[in-house]
């Protein structure tokens, strides 16, 4: 697979063209490359470069606004593939996924629960701005094996930590895990909050799960 297409792809995500990076996700099915691979290795690296831009101020909201929808509108032609590429196996345990309230950010959350799903997990995704509650309602009502908390903002991280609570309260502890991700989120975090396990991404969080429901 030439990096020149991969470079291509992390551009359709930096100039915020829709169109264009859904043509390109579909070029790289057309080609046989491994959906993940364009994924990580082509738009993400366009995501990341608008991440890193806006944070110094070059770039503003409506281009990270675009660069989102474009990235959404690539994951979305290549999540079917994702899917179909994970076979058919028994369920390997229940999780229930979503990203913290006050934090609408959803597409590496939502990669993640499409990695679980396609590996056999039975997935339970809650959406974005997730009360904490909902978060431990849910576990309860599912039998869920693992919590999957996502957070992108160093200001809503603290509410993972709250979600661990709130399993807890519910007398849900230890038996059901919780791991946690998100950009600013770090292993000595997820130690701090009492969570169970932490990834830097879907490929670590899909070992994650199986290492968890592993006991
Ligand atoms: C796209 C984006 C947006 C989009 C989100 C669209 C959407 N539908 O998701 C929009 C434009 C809406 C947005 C809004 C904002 N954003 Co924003 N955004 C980003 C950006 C550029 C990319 C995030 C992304 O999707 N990455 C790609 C995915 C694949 O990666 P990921 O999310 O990290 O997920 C992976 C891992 O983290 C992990 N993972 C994720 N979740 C979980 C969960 C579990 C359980 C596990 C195990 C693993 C795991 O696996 C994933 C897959 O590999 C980041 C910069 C960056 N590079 O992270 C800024 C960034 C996160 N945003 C930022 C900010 C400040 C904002 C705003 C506050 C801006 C504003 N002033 O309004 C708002 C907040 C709105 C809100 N209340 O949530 C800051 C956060 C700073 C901080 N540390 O708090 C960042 C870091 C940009 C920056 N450098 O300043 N944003």
Redesign the pocket.
Known sequence: MSQELYDVMAQSIIDGEVEEASLLAERAIAEGIDPLAAINEGF?KG??H???E??CGEMF?PD??L??EA??AAVAVLEPELERTGQERAVLGRVV?GTVS????????T??ATMLSASGFQVYDLGVDVDVAAFAQKAREVNADIV???S????TMVKQRDVVEALEDLGLRPRVKV??????VTHSWAAEIGADG?????MG?VQ?AKALVAG
Request: charged share 15%; glycine share 16%.
């Open positions: 993400v995501l990341d608008v991440g890193e806006f944070g909201l990270l606004v660069a989102a990235m959404k996924i006050g934090d609408i950010h959803d597409i590496g959350k990669l993640v999957g908390v996502s992108l903002l160093t200001t791991m946690v991700g998100g950009a600013p932490y990834s830097e991404d879907a969080a994650l």
